[in-house]
């Protein structure tokens, strides 16, 4: 079923292991541990960025601008 006939853009899952180092590495294999950890993944499921740690809002903002550079142009003032 085509899901964005069903409005959904994006797939959810629930991990039902017991292991949190078996999610972790499903996740995200170079995971060091410790939380928060995110993991900005392209379309073709490429990791673009990671951070273990507090979020730096710049890094990320500047990694999906680096990104979608190539389809996203911003409106000019």
Excluded: C
Excluded at 47 to 67: H, S
């Amino acid at each position: 079923m085509n899901t964005l006939k069903m409005g959904r853009t994006t797939n959810s899952y629930i991990f039902s292991g017991a292991d949190i180092s078996t999610l972790m590495n499903i996740l995200d294999p170079q995971w060091p541990g410790g939380m928060p950890h995110t993991v900005l993944i392209g379309p073709d499921g490429q990791v673009l960025w990671r951070q273990n740690g507090p979020l730096d809002g710049d890094q990320l903002r500047g990694t999906i601008l680096e990104y979608l550079g190539r389809f996203y142009k911003p409106r000019s003032p």
